[in-house]
């Protein structure tokens, strides 16, 4: 039988955690439930590199926090992974889609993680993997680095960023590619989007990068037009990536075996014979 004095710990513990779990709520309530999407960061190796995910809007936009993470891992990607949140509960999906001016505050964020980042460990290899809406802070976010700071590869799932959207400024910064993975198929770009209109904010407009794969903007510079050449990859929807999970659905592309066997091939990262090598030619 438990004493007086024990029912009051185990009292006074629950306490605690009915007001951890209280703070929680109400941080998702007024902050935004972000915090969530970190569950899947793993900092292990970020003297080797790190990748970004950037999930889509909404509650379902945090699908992906452990698929993608975990395909990287498996595929045999040594650097460190953050899963950065910056989706909102109130209003959820569409306030995410929408709200234009929140979702530069969130890019502004990730902007300052990656600087912070490359000034704790400088010239290694960033690479951004980004779904739906999570494209636009995604692209956002590298427009606002300064111009001398890069990443390295850049991928764009279900892409809710309107297809002929000017991406010079991004890259600009992109010492690699920026992969576009699209699909005709997407229900959710096809019906949906047209409505509440792309992530940046161009309405009843059916012409998203993840439904019809990207384009150079209207009277593109040619110094656009070189960029687009050079680092732009549109990738279409292939019936062999059913086999690894991808349906060409919206959010089926962060399967941990597409991420693994498609994605993770595609970034670029330094191995641990190379940081061996950099290390030794140091003075």
Not at 128 to 152: H, M
Not at 231 to 243: A, I
């Amino acid at each position: 039988m438990a004493t007086a004095s024990q029912g009051g710990a185990r009292g006074a513990l629950a306490g605690r955690v009915a007001c951890v779990v209280a703070a929680a709520l109400v941080g998702c309530c007024c902050g935004g439930c972000t915090w969530v999407t970190y569950l899947g960061t793993d900092l292990r190796g970020s003297e080797l590199g790190r990748t970004y995910y950037v999930g889509g809007a909404g509650t379902f936009g945090h699908v992906g926090t452990l698929d993608v993470p975990q395909g990287l891992r498996r595929a045999g990607y040594e650097g460190s992974i953050e899963v950065f949140g910056w989706q909102s509960i109130v209003g959820g999906t569409l306030r995410d889609q929408m709200h234009r001016e929140r979702n530069l505050q969130q890019a502004q964020r990730l902007a300052e993680r990656i600087q912070d980042y490359l000034q704790r460990y400088p010239g290694r290899h960033v690479n951004i993997i980004a779904l739906s809406a999570g494209t636009g802070i995604a692209t956002w976010a590298v427009e606002l680095l300064p111009a001398d700071t890069r990443v390295g590869t850049v991928v764009f799932l279900a892409s809710s960023l309107s297809n002929t959207y000017d991406l010079s400024g991004l890259l600009r910064r992109v010492d690699e590619c920026l992969y576009n993975f699209y699909s005709p198929d997407d229900p959710v770009l096809r019906y949906a989007v047209p409505l509440a209109g792309s992530v940046d904010r161009r309405t009843f407009n059916p012409a998203v990068a993840g439904l019809i794969g990207l384009a150079e903007p209207g009277e593109a510079s040619l110094e656009t037009a070189r960029l687009y050449r050079q680092r732009v990859r549109n990738m279409p929807y292939r019936r062999q990536y059913r086999d690894y999970g991808y349906r060409g659905m919206h959010t089926d592309a962060v399967s941990a075996d597409f991420v693994e066997h498609v994605i993770a091939p595609l970034l670029k990262f330094t191995s641990v014979d190379e940081d061996d090598e950099e290390a030794a030619a140091e003075p």
